[in-house]
């Protein structure tokens, strides 16, 4: 599904965030990156993400160079992602069923599939009795719940989550994970960015360890 072949990423040169990243994620697969702060987890989602380019190397998805999307057709490439962020980016006087809705809603979906994929999603995370509150209002671990509804509402090939239990405590972190997990049985290919290794071998995934800006090593 997701291939990087000789990726190289540089903010200032001569440095370089990344260095000679090579690596697979096949269709249904559980990928955890992982490396201490800098090491360049942020910059894989981004580039992943199409927010960043690759100063060198490709990345095919489903065997097309992303680098080679027209920024006009990225909305395209883009619905078959979903993204979690650490900092959940609700919207805080939109409710938590509209917040959820608004990708939907900005690809033009009919309000009757809105409806039933918002109440899907907000059901599947077991917050659809929160639907008509606002965000504020919320504990950090219903933000978050929120923002993975948001996230597989729109049905993605491939979840992205960058830390996403980087501000929950340990048992909501896991709740979190176990969630993420059943998504992925589901059939989603999930990758997560996380600096959390307890998590990491509790779950005991694929990994990609970062070091500097360079694959240390891949754990199958």
């Known amino acids: 599904m997701l291939s990087f072949y000789g990726v190289y990423k540089s903010y200032s040169s001569p440095y ?10 096949e269709k249904g697969e559980f ?9 360049g987890k942020t910059t894989i989602i981004k580039l992943i993400t199409r927010e960043e380019l690759p100063s060198k190397g490709k990345i095919l998805f489903e065997g097309k160079d992303i680098s080679a999307i027209p920024r006009g057709k990225l909305y395209s490439y883009r619905r078959k992602l979903g993204i979690i962020f650490q900092d ?17 809603i900005l690809r ?13 999603a907000l059901k599947e995370l077991e917050i659809i009795h929160k639907a008509r509150e606002l965000p ?24 992205l989550a960058d830390e996403p239990t980087g501000n929950l405590d340990p048992l909501l972190s896991r709740k979190i994970m176990r ?13 997560i ?12 995934k694929k990994v990609i360890f970062l070091s500097y800006g360079k694959i240390k090593r891949i754990k199958t």
């Not at 033009?108 to 899907?120: A, D, L, M, W």
């Open 16 to 25: 370089f965030a990344l260095s000679n990243i090579n690596f697979k994620v």
């Open 31 to 39: 990928l955890f990156i992982t490396g201490p702060s800098g090491a």
């Open 88 to 104: 959940f980016r609700l919207i805080p006087y939109l409710t938590v069923f509209d917040n959820v809705a608004l990708p939907l």
């Open 108 to 120: 033009g979906s009919g309000k009757q599939e809105i409806y039933n994929r918002v109440t899907t």
């Open 136 to 159: 504020p209002s919320l504990s950090g671990g219903e933000q978050q719940r929120v923002a993975i509804a948001r996230a597989i509402a729109g049905n993605p090939d491939l979840l």
């Open 179 to 191: 969630i993420l997990q059943r998504i992925n049985m589901k059939g989603t290919t999930v990758i």
């Open 193 to 204: 960015a996380t600096h959390d290794q307890s998590i990491i071998d509790e779950f005991g």
